[in-house]
């Protein structure tokens, strides 16, 4: 995913993201079907410490678990007291 275009100010167009490719960049269009229709969801693709250096300022959050998730960076948190 080093490839990935997150700062280019000239592409401000999202794009419309080929299901079991790389993502291209950090915000796109993934394709879901429901039934016969086809619908474009908003995606953005976070990139390795974006995620964690996000929830890091929610002061009563633990950060139990951060892994990759086809190409994508998610977490699993836990509210604390």
Known sequence: MSS?????DSKN???VHTPRTE????DCLVPWVK?????LRYYH??????????LNQISNIRIVNGYNDNGNWCAI?????
């Open 4 to 8: 990935m275009d997150t700062n280019d």
């Open 77 to 81: 948190f836990q509210k604390i007291a």
């Open 35 to 39: 039934s016969t229709k086809m619908h």
């Open 23 to 26: 993502f291209q960049r950090s």
């Open 45 to 54: 693709v976070f990139i390795k410490t974006e995620l964690e250096n996000l």
């Open 13 to 15: 167009e999202l794009i």
